[in-house]
């Protein structure tokens, strides 16, 4: 099974992107995260005529979740338990998706960003992502793949310049933390091994060339139970989807799996 995980930043916009790139590297399931799009609102005919199934949660415009698969897609959930809410009134938002493909349970994961160390988004991100870690714990023991965007530089390698995020997130010893306690627990970071640096960074921001430049950071993972862990023979970044007129400013991630 080839699984791959891309924050598209808006499916309707990059559609077509999409279907080349699954055709172009055979990927059979395909997560997504910021589809920014309910399910009716997506184009979802070219990829059903390419042979794949769509399970999709989102809103009009803001995050937004899918998984998209040609192995099956079976057992559905939107959400995990306990998943919590954030807002005033508080609401959960679609940044969780989990689906069966071909024996695999995928789970689409957009964890939220925490915008600044003393905002309100952060301390949801961490109470977000305990909970998560609270329910991947019954999940570790069958192949399981908590795969997306994770807003998270776990090591210092992962960012261009650890210098200039000392006084940011994704890099502070609690959001490290959260993401080490799945290791912890037993999932592998599937892509490490098989994508050294300095080609492993998955974002780029639109500002200042940062692509150009490789002034990028490694948010972007897919962490597999031990089952799944032990099927993996390679891994790779596309680097080149981020690259071109309209590209997502993430790049997708690519693991092969043995039957």
Known sequence: MRLATWNVNSLRSRIDRVEAFLTRHDVDVLALQETKARLDQL???????????????????????????????????VGFPDMPGFGDPVTQEARAIGATCGGVRVWSLYVPNGRKIDDPHYAYKLDW???????????????????????????????????????STHVTAPERAAFEGFLEDGYADLARPFTPEPDSYTYWDYYRQRYERNRGMRIDFLLGSPALAARTTGAFVDRDERAGKGASDHAPVVVDLAD
Not at 60 to 75: C, E, H, K, P, T
Not at 130 to 159: C, K, Y
């Open 43 to 77: 184009p979802l005919m070219g990829l059903q005529s390419l042979g794949y199934e769509v399970a999709a949660a989102g809103t009009n415009q803001w995050n937004g979740v899918a998984v998209i698969s040609r192995v099956g897609l079976d057992d559905v959930e």
């Open 129 to 167: 992502l305990a909970r998560l870690r609270a329910a991947a714990r019954d999940w570790s023991a069958s192949p399981t793949a908590l795969v997306g965007d994770w807003n998270i530089a776990p090591r210092d390698e992962d960012v261009f310049d650890i210098a200039q995020f000392k006084t």
